[in-house]
T-cell receptor, first 114, second 116 residues
Framework: NAGVTQTPKFRILKIGQSMTLQCTQD?????MYWYRQDPGMGLKLIYY???????DKGEVPNGYNVSRSTTEDFPLRLELAAPSQTSVYFC?????????????FGPGTRLTVT | GNSVTQMEGPVTLSEEAFLTINCTYT??????LFWYVQYPGEGLQLLLK?????DKGSNKGFEATYRKETTSFHLEKGSVQVSDSAVYFC???????????????FGQGTILTVHP
């Protein structure tokens, strides 16, 4: 049982490039989330999904897109990367009880945009 | 909107010292409260939680009590170990409007370093 996996672990992008951060969970969880963590700051929610085919914006969605075609996968797309998107990105999933339930986090992707 | 405020860090302690990390919150509805911990190079993992007023969450010697009257959820441990060195995040999930999608609002995190 791998839990939540993320690829890549590290990536350096040039300004204006695009990339997809991959996230997969093997726990059959309906809820999935993307957060970003900036230095000295807490995590901020980018997008979330309550099930396959259903996504919605979080607190900081600008510059990102997501899709959820399967229960397992929740990729995050960066179009036209900007230095402000330099951050550590965490994917998380949550089981059947969103009320007070535990979120399981992946190991993160450290992205640098130069 | 919802917000979480943690005490300014970092915190440096000697082994076996008492730990308190303060956390206060603002939320609509009836939030659930969490402490997550992030060890170096890893993702976050749940340390403890409480889902209603006066509940006490506990795990690995850590405790926190949900205080609605002071809107607080302070983390405590009686005797810290070197292995407790990590970043600690206070977070909440609110069910405002009757819906809860489990979305978390985090505090800024507190870096704890414990020396032998």
């Amino acid at each position: 049982n791998a839990g939540v996996t993320q690829t890549p672990k590290f990536r350096i992008l040039k300004i204006g490039q695009s990339m997809t951060l991959q996230c997969t969970q093997d726990m059959n969880h309906n809820y999935m989330y993307w957060y970003r963590q900036d230095p000295g700051m807490g995590l901020k929610l980018i997008y979330y999904s309550v099930g396959a085919g259903i996504t919605d914006k979080g607190e900081v969605p600008n510059g990102y897109n997501v899709s959820r075609s399967t229960t397992e996968d929740f990729p995050l797309r960066l179009e036209l990367a900007a230095p402000s998107q330099t951050s550590v990105y965490f994917c998380a999933s949550l089981g059947d009880s969103p009320w007070g339930g535990e979120q399981y986090f992946g190991p993160g992707t450290r992205l640098t945009v130069t | 909107g919802n917000s979480v405020t943690q005490m300014e860090g970092p915190v440096t302690l000697s082994e076996e010292a008492f730990l308190t990390i303060n956390c206060t919150y603002t939320a609509t509805g009836y939030p659930s409260l969490f402490w997550y911990v992030q060890y170096p190079g890893e993702g976050l993992q749940l340390l403890l939680k409480a889902t209603k007023a006066d509940d006490k969450g506990s795990n690995k010697g850590f405790e926190a009590t949900y205080r609605k009257e002071t809107t607080s959820f302070h983390l405590e441990k009686g005797s810290v170990q070197v292995s407790d060195s990590a970043v600690y995040f206070c977070a909440l999930s609110s069910n405002a409007g009757g819906t809860s999608y489990g979305k978390l609002t985090f505090g800024q995190g507190t870096i704890l370093t414990v020396h032998p």
